[in-house]
Structure formats: structure tokens, C-alpha cells
């Protein structure tokens, strides 16, 4: 990896450089919430100076910019008893992600182990993803975060330039060649001793903030052996079944495809919407059987899906402790509660 | 001449709600004309007593389908007239920009789909879609701008989701609004259009001379709140709508009816244009001119010609509100809202004419008494005049069932009635 | 312009008919038919998929031979009784269009009221024929409900083409929250204001928090609302339980969970 | 940066999105050429993929299964019931249980489906050879059954005694009925069974459950080493194949030797839904095959 350092009024030619070359999103502030509190969320950005790269992090995921919540995957020109699909539009201009926290890129390193792997990978979030540059910025820790437990405080790959805040200088991490030439164009000098031990320094203060810790020690077996267990019930009665933990999530994928006729009987359209586990729907089939009819099943599934079958697919965990899930669950079902409580009095 | 004449119109069509119109004729003689309003009460007075305030805008506005943002907007008016709240120059900018797209898509809406039928000869609009499709495509085109500003103001065309006490819970999008110009241009222009298509149409001659109720203008052609004014030479505050409505109970109609000066006065576009001509911008003037609508004109047929007259208005004031809007950095959308006891008024002019919201709260805000009097209801005296008069002077020329009926349900449907509104 | 008499009669070869469809309100607002008028985009194509035969509001005359009936409205008064087991003896399929058929709509805010003190409270002592706003099915079976106030135009849209092609009908089963996140909202307990978007059926895409403003229930609850953590979410956030009500009793859809929240805590 | 953005570490090349989906939402056009009605409930469908070259190409294994799609209708997961070696002309017994198989009812003869897949895990056939065969069908499940029992006539000197299981609701609910005697002829045991047959006088089979024909079954054959020479195909509802397995189990028939056909909710048949995840498996790319030694292992799978 080859690092350098940069002067705070640099990045705003670096967001120069960069901007003609894709849609540039980054954090914005987007409200002040009830306790007076600034909001922020992922929008498409013009002007360096709207960005807000010092944010706590944002509601809604960036997920939305490369795994639409909604999506055509097809159209289709009927005639008769024959027809023809069309596959769903192009693709767009690149993105550039300008500002993403560790948490949220290594997000997007999880989804492309499901959705560019095995035998089918997914075209859509395939082409966005590989035309994507990503500019990485550190943050500090909120109360909700445990993303240290979740081994996703830092980024190692999945992203071009990485920033990390020294006050008045930044730190840049380079990973690839596009972003190697980018840097190139700016003024930036190679680090020194002193940089070294300030981004030490930095780095070592965040990993002090962290409050939140979740124990993920044997959790797969864990979670096995509390299958019945009757913590899920109480979890359950709680939730609401609203599906705003997926859709809040980075890292949740599930979806539903549905087809509708043309008012013209003469085209349809196939969609693909993001849907989510905990939906009362979502494990029943035809002729009324529900495979997961109660509330604790379901969320009991997204638990097993996250932090044991995804574990024992690809060794780490679907979630990123980014606690959003948490945050915006009305009913304040959070991960280090559900998981401490099927840990029982252990942790 | 002998004629004898039996008319009974039951559910009148192509107008909102439900009204009957019966025409009896002996031997020439004028035995019945009857205009009977036999609508549900839906009785919104009374289901708000006890709610608190901020359910009165959002309930009231489902008094109405057409004029639900004028019903909404009443309600906040009376709502912050009664708490002391006075709305921000953006919000009353905006509201008055989504009050004139309500404006435009009810009077498109009335005059091409529910009265051009009469003048082609047509049942209704489905067959213009194949004989006349220009005149749809234009109808279709302004009403589809109308609506669609409603959406970026409003929220939502029916029933708006944005409109609150004390402003909007959010602002429409500057860029999007932007965009709205160019397509208020091109309706300005397409009702010139419109304007050539009712030239052709000829007009009943029938006068009655009345009274016209509507808003005072103060320098500008009034649309929101101010005092109330007559034709006759009435006029009060606003907070004394009671003494302009005199509302009484008849039997033939489950709406209540109005009176002022005279038996019955008229509410609405034709009011609004006679009393306020002078207000009117040049090009909506002159337009009215040229179908020789000059106040105080007594034609209640001639109420369509005010409409689109008011279209034009309408038009060209967004255009002005669309500059100012996009002249001047947002503000916050909304005041912090403090109930009290007390009562308020709001008095705003609908598409058919002027509409009044008033509720008295008490300390905590919650409503003790809730009273909307409906441009409608004021109308339906006026329509029983007309009525009586058009059946006795056709009676005097000898016309034919078929005709007076004609003329009868084009006279009923000339006032734009709402009749659920008006029973509400 | 479209062509009727072009229009494709078959769906993948399956052949289609035409419907005839009327419209019919009772007690409401017309809001719901009007919206069909409000498609300005899409009319033309949908006055191609059906054959309207009665459309009071918008025609003269129309036929007594519909299949499809979209009854509009609440019923509050005898008269529309014996008008809607007339339309129901007739049609095909009776729906029931916008919460006032669905569930009584704002209309049935006057049941919290003695009839009496209803009628004198508007009308005094002058003679009044009114009863208890109640939803269609109370009187008729109705096939299929479309919900909303008003309904959404997209919706009724589907649901039509659906129909005429011959496919099951399908609802959303969750609620409104869902469609909120997917349109990138912030929550508006976030900011401060209450919401039934947890408890509310979607398909409307979240109208209202689009707008910021909270759910007020108007589609009734979703599959297996989960109305007891709802009420705690609202306490926890110090909205009394006089706006919950006032919120889902609005429409009518959560009738019973609101006669048992009065059974409960005495409110009127 | 020569106006590409790549990310690293991937490769740069060419990555559009229409010709990707293309392949992703990649269906391949059959045609219905004949709708042959089974019973109230349920039609087979004979298909033939359109193009030549693509007919040719297909092939799958007993117990895959299809994506069929009906454009503006939907798309669901259907077995094949047809033989493998019949390639691109494929048989599909549909029930009739929802939106698009309500509609594929109405269908006619001619009519373009779409066609995904075949995906997903199959009975390993090879690895029966040499065996007995115990074919347990309930209801729905003859039809993924079907296409073993016609592996099984085309090979039929691979295998050693072969007994098919059959239970219906009642006798009007039997599937293939015109086909049993075609099995026997191959030296194909038959046993059928129905829950009651009180609607149908004229019915002189048995009435009861699968369970009780298999169990005669073994003690007909007990003190050999049958149970260990014998695999075991189970397709059917939840209830049944549990209690059939679970007998198997008690007669001492190896676990990793029965083979049971799981059936969830699927949208896509490429294990990225998620939808008929059981507990964390697909179901599409794991199944629907499974041995029940991996079905009892699975949470929430019975
Ligand atoms: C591996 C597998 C093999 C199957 N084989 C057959 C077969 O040979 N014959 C047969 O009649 N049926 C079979 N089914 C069941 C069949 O898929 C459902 O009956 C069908 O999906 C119902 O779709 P629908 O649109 O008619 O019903 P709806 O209830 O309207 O379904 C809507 C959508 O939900 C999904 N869905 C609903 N039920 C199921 C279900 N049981 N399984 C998977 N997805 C579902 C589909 O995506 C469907 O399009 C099989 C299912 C699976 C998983
Ligand atoms: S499960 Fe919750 S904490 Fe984990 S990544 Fe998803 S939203 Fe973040
Ligand atoms: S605003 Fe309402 S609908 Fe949206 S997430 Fe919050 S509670 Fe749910
Ligand atoms: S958000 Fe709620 S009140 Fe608004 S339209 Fe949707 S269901 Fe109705």
C-alpha cells in the first residue's frame, strides 16, 4: 500500500477531479432529528462544499446506489402467444463514492461474496460495482457501533483512496492505480515519522471509544444450541414485522420479484424489489402454508442467516456493526441485546 | 299555445354528488320547478367535536373530493385564525400557488369534461376521445400540469399530505419547481386555445338578476382570507361569516340553504369576476371582455366563461408566485404551533365560490364546535330562482321537454355544484 | 388514440373481455372515482382496457349491464342499502373502492356519537334520515376491496389489468414502513411525530412520511400488525393516547383495536 | 485515469449491465405444445424449447428443477417430470395453487413460456445402481418421482427390486393413472393408497397411509439385507415424509441413502433471494434435493 499525506484544502480539487467523472455520492446533512441532533444521509452530491464528511453515521445505507430498493429486470413486448423480454435498462454513469466509513465499505466487500460469487453473480450490482470508486474516510465511534466486535472497524480492501483525519492534514491510504494517478494530480507529499505516529495515535484514541461490545465467541454453536430458546419469543413479541432492519442494513440482499401486465395488455414489466425476512410473507407459498408464520421465527431467521450461515459460508459474520438496525428499530431490538440475551447470562 | 311539460331528473349526472331537478308545465302554466338535493349528510360537524386541532384540516379536507386543497386550506385558516398564528410570506405563497392549481384543474375539469358534452351534443367525454381528440389532448395536458403542481406543493393532488397549521410539513423540490415554468407557459397558451373552442358554443340567453357573494379584493384578486363583500353592497369581516350566510333549513334538500339581501345570492367564479373584475390580470380581463362578460353580469350560464376566464388568471399568477418563490432562499416550511381557547374563522374562495371553516377550540386545542358553510349550499337557493325563472320564460316560448330538460341540467351544471360538499 | 375495436382481446392468448364497469357512490367524497379522472397520463389507456357504463360524475345516461361495480363510498342512510344490493344482485364483482366503502372512512368518526345528538348538532330540531356509517360489507359481500383514502391510482390501475387478464389479485401484507425506508426517508419519530406507518397496510408507497407527514392509518392494518408494541412505541415517545386514537380511528380500518383501546382506558 | 474508473483489486474489462442481465434474466423460450388434465387440480404440461440448438443443449437430472415464467403473470419453480433423456422436451405437472399456475390453467396449446435453470441438487441415480428402490410418492410428489421412475424404466437393469409407494387424498386425486400399468410392465411394484374413498364406491384399492403399505413392506422382507441394499426416494408434503423417514430410519435403512425434495418459497433459483433459505441453506442451490441426514441437521427444514 502506498501512503501520503495531503493538506485539508486539497480534497476539495480532489472532489474536482473526480466529479466529472461519475455521479459523486456522499454524506450530506439531511435533518435535525428531535433531540436537535444533525442528520445525515448518502445523496448525490455537485458542490464539495454540501458534502459533510464529518458525520456520524447515516440512517439509510449507500446499499441503495448500487442494490436499488427497486428495479426493472425485464420488459416485455407481447404479441399473441409470443413475446420478447428485454433485459432491464443499462447501466448508468460510474459512481463515486466520495466519504464511506469502514463500517459501510466493508459492507459492500460482504454483499459481493453472495452477489458476485458462485455460479450466477449479479449483473446489475456486478456492473456497478465494478465501475465504482470509492474515496474511504475514518470516523469516530457513536454509542450504537460495535463494529470493532464485527471485525469491520477498518477497511483492508474495497475502496481506491482511504482518509484518515490527522486535523488539517489527512492521511491517504492508496489502493489502486486509478486512484494513484488521481493523487498524483494533487499536492501531496509522502508521509514523515510524525505522520506516522499522529495516524497511530488517531487510530488508537477511536479503538478507546468503542462502548458497545457484542461476543461473538462460538455464536454459530451457540445460536444452534438456543434454537428453542425462549429469549426469541420475547424478541418477537416485540418486533413489528416492518422490515426496516433489512432495508436500513448494508448488508442485506433478500428480495422479491414480481411481474405485472401493462394497462395496454400489450407489455409487461418483471421488478425486483428489496424485501426482508422479518415480512409476514416471506417463507409462505402457495395454497396458505407459512414456512416461518410467527414473528420470533422470522426473526430468529435473519439472526441465523447473519451470525451462523453466513459465518459458516465465508468465515465472517453479515453484519458490520454498523447498528443501524438497532437505531432505527422502533421496538429497540438491537444486535448486542438479541445476542447477549440468547448468550444467556454467559456474556 | 298549449304545452304541457313533465320533467324528472333523478341524480343529475356530470356534476359531483347527488341533486334531482323536476319540471311540471299544465297548459303552459308553471305548475312545479323544483331543485331537490337529496344527498347523504355526512355530518363532519359533528364527528370533529372533541378532536384535537390538528385533525380538522386533515379530516375536513375529505369533505371534498375536487376542492379537497380549498377545504384543507379553509381549515388551517380558521385553525390559525383562532390560535393567532400568522403564516410565514413563503407559505402564503405556496398555498396560494396550490390553491390556483386547484383552481385550474377543477374549472378544466368542469368545463371540458362535464360541460362540453353539452355543447357537442355528447353524453359525456368518452366519445370526444374519438371525435374531438385535440380538445381532450388540451384538456388533458392542463389538467395534468394542474394536478402535478398540486403533487410538488402539495404532496398529493387529492387530499394534500404537506399542508399543516402554521405552513407545509415540507418544501417542494427548487429544481423540480423550476420546471413548472416553462409548462405554465405553454397553458397560458393552450387556454387561448380552449378560449377559441367555447367561442363556438353558443350560450343560453337567460338572465336573473341576483346577488353576488365572494372575498374582497385588496389590490389583489382575492383567493385567501379578507373581508367579505356583496354586489348589493354588503360587506363584513371575515370572523362575521354568519351575517353574509344566514343559512336556513328547507325540506326539499338535505343541504342547508343561504340568503343576504334578497331571496337567494350566487357564490362562485361568476361572483368572484363581478366583483372583483378590476383585480383580474389584463389578459383574463380582456378575455372576458371578448365573451362580453362585464359585471355585474346576471347570465348564470355565463359562469363557465368566468371559469376560464379565472383559468388564465390562475395561470399567469403561478408564473408570478413561481418567481418569487425561486427569488428568495427557503425559509423553515412550518411554525411551531401553541393551541389555545378560542374561536377562528377561515374564509377561502373554491372553485365554486366562497367557502367558510369555523371552530371554536378550548384551552388544550381540542374542537368544541366546528361550523363549514359550502359555496354549494349558497348556491342552491339561487339555483331553485334560476330554475323557477328558465322554466316559466321556456314555458312562455313554448319549448320542448327535451329542450327545457336541456336547458335545465346545463343550468344546474353552469353553478359546478358539489353536492356532497354541500351537504358534507 | 386508442381503438377499442383493435384492442387486443387475449393475454397471452388467453382470451380477454372487455368489462363493462360502473362506477356507484354512496356517502363520500367522490374523491376516489375522481382519482380515476386524475390519471391524466394514463386515461386514455385505461378507458381502453375497460368499457365504462356509468360514470354519474363524469356521464349521461350508461347501462344497467356492468359486470364490474367500484362502489365508492360509506353507507349511512336505508336508501343506499336497497341502491347497493341492487348493484350487488347485478354485478359480477363489487368493489369496494377507498376506506369509506372499506371500512366506514371518516364517515364513521359520527358512530362515537348518539345519532341524536348528531342530527341536532348539524341539522337542530329540522328532520334528518341518517344511521351509523358502516362499510359495504356489512350489508353485501364484496369480492374485492381496494384500499386507501384516497386510493392510489397506480393501484387501482394494477388491480384493473389484473382483473381483466384474469390473475389472482395480491396485496401487500406489511406495512407502510417498508415502502418509507425503500424511498430513503428518515423516520418521523426521528423528527418528533407520531406515524402508523408500523401497523398500516403498504401499497401506497408511503405517501404521507414522502411528505413528512405521519401515516394516519387510512389502508387499515397490515397482516399481524403488531398493534401492542405500536402503543408502547407511542408511549415510550410521549404521544398520549388521545392522538394514537385520534389517528387510528380516522379511517375506520382499526375499528375494533380502537373499541378495545376505549374499553380499556375510558376515552370517548 | 483515462476516464475509467476501476476498482480495485478486480480486473479492469468490460462489465455492461444489459448484456450481463441478459444472461442473468436469460430464458430460454418453450412452447406448450400439449395440456393433457390429470385431475381437477393439476395438468401436465409438455414442452419443447423453440430454438434447435438450445433443445439440444438442455439437460438436467431427476429432481431439478425449472423457473417458469409467464411474462406480467409471475414466475415460480416447477420439477420436471419428464425423463432426462428426452432433453429440451419437458413434462411439468402443475397444480393449480396461485397466481400464475391459476393461470397457466386457462393457458393454450402454443403459448410461449419462459424457461430458467434447470437448477439445483438431484437424486444421484448412478450411485443407486446395483440397489433396490423404494419410490415413496404423497400427493404432488409423483410428479419429481415421475422423472425417476422413467430413468428407472430406461435403466432398468441398473437397479434391483423397485417398489413405488403412492398415496393420494382419494382415488379422483390420482396422478398418471394411465401410466401404471406401463410401470408394472417393467417389473415396477405398484402400491397404491388413498386417504378415503368415500366419494367413490366403485374404488377397491387400499384405504390408509403410505406409511402402513411400507411397513408391510419390511416385514414381508425383514431378516435379509434389504434395509442396507435399499435407497429410499421420499417427495411429498412435510408430515408425510417425516413419518416415512422416520420408519425408514426405525428399519434401519441408512440416512445418507433417503432422499427427500424440500419445497420453499423461490424468486430466483440462484441463491441470491434468500427466500427458501432453510435456516441458512438454499434451498435452490443446496436442494431441493437433500439426504436426510442433512435434513435432520438443518434448523427449521421439519
Ligand atoms: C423445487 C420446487 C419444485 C416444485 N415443483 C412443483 C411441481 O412440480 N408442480 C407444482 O404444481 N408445484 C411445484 N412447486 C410448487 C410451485 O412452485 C408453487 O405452487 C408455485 O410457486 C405457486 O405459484 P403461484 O404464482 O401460482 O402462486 P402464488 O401464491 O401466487 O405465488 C407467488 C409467488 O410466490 C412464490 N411461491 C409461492 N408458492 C411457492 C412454492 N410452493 N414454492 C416456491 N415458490 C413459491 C413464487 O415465486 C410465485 O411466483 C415446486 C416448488 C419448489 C420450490
Ligand atoms: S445487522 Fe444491523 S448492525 Fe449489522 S450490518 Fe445490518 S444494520 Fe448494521
Ligand atoms: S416514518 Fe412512519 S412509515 Fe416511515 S419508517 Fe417511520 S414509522 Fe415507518
Ligand atoms: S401513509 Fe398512511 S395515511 Fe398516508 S396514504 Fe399511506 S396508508 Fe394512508
Partial sequence: MIFKVIDREE??????????????????????????????????????????????????PAKAYVLPYRERLAAFRLGGQDWEKVPGPDQERPLIFFGLHACDINAFNKLDKVLLGGAYPVPGYAARRREMFVVGSDCQPRPACFCRSMGADTARHGFDLFLTDLGGSYFVEILSSAAFNLVRKIAARDPEEDDHRRYRRRVAEKNTRFT???????????????????????????????????????????????????????????????????????????????????????????????????????????????GRCGESCLAGITVPEVIASVRGGES | MKVDCDISVRHLTRVEGHGNIRIRIEDGELREALWEVVETPRFFEAMLVGKRW????????????????????????????????????????????????????????????????????????????????????????????????????????????????????????????????????????????????????????????????????????????????????????????????????????????????????????????????????PEARELAREFGLVPVCHNPYLNNIA???????????????????????????RLEVTPQAGRGVGAVEVPRGILYHAYEFDEVGRIVSCDCVIPTSQNHANIQHDLTALARQSARQGLGDREIERLAEMLVRAYDPCISCSVH | MPDSSSTPKNYLGVPVKRPKVAFFELSSCEGCQLQMLNNESSLLAFLDLVEIVRFREAMSGGGDDYEIALVEGSVTRSDEVERLKIIRAQAR????????????????????????????????????????????????????????????????????????????????????????????????????????????????????????????????????????????IMDERGFSRETVIDRLECFGGFASQVAALRAAGGHR | MEGRLVLSPSEAGGHRRRTDLAAFEHTCQAEITSIHRLTEQENLYRLQVVDPGERERFTFEPGQFLMLELPG???????????????????????????????????????????????????????????????????????????????????????????????????????????????????IRLHLTVDSAAGDPSWDGRVGLVTG????????????????????????????????????????????????????????????????????????????????????NLKEAI
Fill in chain 1, 11 to 60: 480534497l476539495g480539487r480532489l472532489f474536482a477531479l473526480l466529479a466529472p467523472l461519475g455521479r459523486v455520492i456522499g454524506p450530506v446533512e439531511i435533518a435535525r432529528d428531535r433531540r436537535g441532533e444533525h442528520r445525515h444521509g448518502f445523496a448525490e452530491v455537485a458542490d464539495f462544499e454540501a458534502l459533510c464528511l464529518d458525520y456520524g453515521t447515516t440512517a439509510l
Fill in chain 1, 212 to 322: 458497545t461490545q457484542v461476543d461473538t465467541t462460538d455464536l454459530t454453536k451457540i445460536l444452534d444450541l438456543e434454537f428453542q430458546s425462549e429469549v426469541w419469543q420475547q424478541w418477537g413479541a416485540r418486533c413489528l414485522s416492518c422490515g426496516t432492519c433489512a432495508n436500513v442494513c448494508p448488508t442485506c440482499y433478500c428480495y422479491t420479484v414480481s411481474e405485472q401486465a401493462g394497462l395496454d395488455l400489450q407489455s409487461a414489466r418483471k421488478i425486483k424489489t428489496l424485501y426482508s425476512c422479518n415480512l409476514v410473507d416471506f417463507a409462505a407459498v402457495a395454497g396458505g402454508h407459512n414456512f416461518r408464520p410467527t414473528s420470533h421465527a422470522r426473526l430468529k431467521y435473519r439472526y441465523y442467516h447473519k451470525h451462523r450461515g453466513f459465518v459458516e459460508a465465508y468465515e465472517e459474520p453479515l453484519c458490520v456493526g454498523c
Fill in chain 2, 54 to 281: 390538528d385533525n380538522a384540516p386533515w379530516i375536513c379536507g375529505r369533505i371534498c373530493g375536487i376542492c379537497s386543497i380549498g377545504h384543507t386550506l379553509a381549515s388551517i385558516r380558521g385553525v390559525e385564525n383562532a390560535f393567532g398564528i400568522i403564516p410565514s410570506l413563503q407559505t402564503a405563497r405556496l398555498r396560494l400557488l396550490l390553491k390556483h392549481m386547484e383552481t385550474l384543474q377543477s374549472h378544466v375539469l368542469h368545463l371540458f369534461f362535464l360541460v362540453a358534452p353539452d355543447f357537442l351534443g355528447e353524453a359525456s367525454v368518452l366519445p370526444l376521445i374519438r371525435s374531438r381528440p385535440e380538445v381532450v389532448a388540451l384538456a388533458a395536458g392542463l389538467k395534468g400540469l394542474a394536478n402535478d403542481l398540486c403533487d410538488e406543493v402539495g404532496g398529493r393532488r387529492l387530499h394534500p399530505t404537506r399542508t399543516v397549521v402554521g405552513g407545509f410539513t415540507m418544501l417542494p423540490d427548487r429544481r423540480r419547481l423550476s420546471g413548472f415554468r416553462a409548462r405554465l407557459l405553454e397553458a397560458a397558451e393552450g387556454l387561448k386555445q380552449a378560449a377559441a373552442i367555447f367561442k363556438g358554443f353558443r350560450l343560453p340567453d337567460f338572465v336573473r338578476e341576483t346577488e353576488f357573494v365572494s372575498l374582497k379584493g385588496e389590490g389583489e384578486y382575492p383567493f385567501i382570507g379578507g373581508s367579505l363583500i356583496s354586489s348589493d353592497g354588503v360587506t363584513r369581516p371575515e370572523p362575521d361569516y354568519r351575517l353574509m350566510t344566514n343559512e336556513y333549513l328547507v325540506l326539499q334538500s338535505t343541504s342547508k340553504w343561504s340568503k343576504l339581501s334578497r331571496d337567494s345570492f350566487a357564490v362562485g367564479a361568476l361572483a368572484r369576476v363581478n366583483n372583483n373584475f378590476r383585480l383580474l390580470r
Fill in chain 2, 307 to 333: 371559469q376560464l376566464v379565472e383559468c388564465l388568471h390562475v395561470t399567469g399568477d403561478a408564473i408570478r408566485l413561481l418567481d418569487e418563490l425561486l427569488g428568495s432562499a427557503w425559509e423553515q416550511p
Fill in chain 3, 93 to 232: 364483482l363489487l368493489v369496494a373502492l377507498g376506506s369509506c366503502a372499506c371500512f366506514g372512512g371518516v364517515n364513521q368518526l359520527k358512530n362515537r356519537f348518539p345519532l341524536d345528538w348528531v342530527k341536532r348538532e348539524v341539522y337542530g330540531e329540522h328532520p334528518i334520515d341518517t344511521a351509523p356509517a358502516r362499510p359495504l360489507s356489512d350489508f353485501v359481500a364484496v369480492d374485492l376491496k381496494i384500499y386507501g383514502c384516497p386510493v392510489k391510482k397506480e393501484e387501482v390501475e394494477r388491480i384493473v389489468t389484473d382483473l381483466v387478464i384474469g390473475k389472482d389479485i395480491a396485496y401487500p401484507d406489511y406495512p407502510v414502513c417498508m415502502e418509507c425506508k425503500a424511498n430513503g426517508n428518515l423516520c418521523l419519530f426521528e423528527l418528533g411525530e407520531p406515524c402508523l406507518g408500523p401497523v398500516t397496510r403498504a401499497g401506497c408507497d408511503a405517501w404521507c412520511p414522502n411528505s413528512r407527514a405521519g401515516c394516519w392509518g387510512c389502508r387499515g392494518p397490515a397482516t399481524d400488525a403488531n398493534l401492542a408494541q405500536m402503543l408502547a
Fill in chain 4, 73 to 187: 403473470i409471475g414466475e415460480a419453480p416447477f420439477s420436471i417430470s419428464s425423463s432426462p433423456s428426452r432433453k429440451g422436451d419437458v413434462e411439468l405437472c402443475i397444480r393449480r395453487a396461485g397466481s400464475l399456475t391459476n393461470f397457466l390453467s386457462k393457458v393454450r396449446r402454443g403459448l410461449h413460456v419462459g424457461l430458467r435453470g434447470p437448477f439445483g441438487t438431484s437424486f444421484p441415480m448412478a450411485s443407486m445402481a446395483g440397489q433396490n428402490l423404494l419410490l415413496i410418492a404423497g400427493g404432488l410428489g409423483l410428479a419429481p418421482l415421475r422423472s425417476v421412475i422413467t430413468y428407472v424404466q430406461e435403466n432398468r437393469s441398473h437397479f434391483e427390486e423397485v417398489d413405488i409407494l403412492y398415496g393420494a387424498k382419494d382415488p379422483s386425486q390420482l396422478l398418471f393413472t394411465y401410466q401404471y400399468e406401463m410401470w408394472q410392465a417393467d417389473d
Fill in chain 4, 213 to 296: 403399505i411400507l411397513a408391510e413392506l419390511f416385514a414381508a422382507r425383514r431378516g435379509g439385507d434389504f434395509a442396507s441394499r435399499t435407497h429410499a426416494v421420499v417427495c411429498g408434503p412435510p408430515v408425510m415424509f417425516k413419518s416415512v423417514c422416520a420408519l425408514l430410519t426405525q428399519e434401519e435403512v441408512p440416512m445418507q441413502k433417503m432422499f427427500v425434495s424440500l419445497e420453499r418459497r423461490m424468486h430466483c433459483g440462484m441463491g441470491k433471494c434468500c427466500r427458501c433459505n432453510v435456516g441458512s441453506t438454499y434451498t435452490c442451490l443446496s436442494g431441493p434435493v437433500f439426504d436426510y441426514w442433512t435434513v435432520m
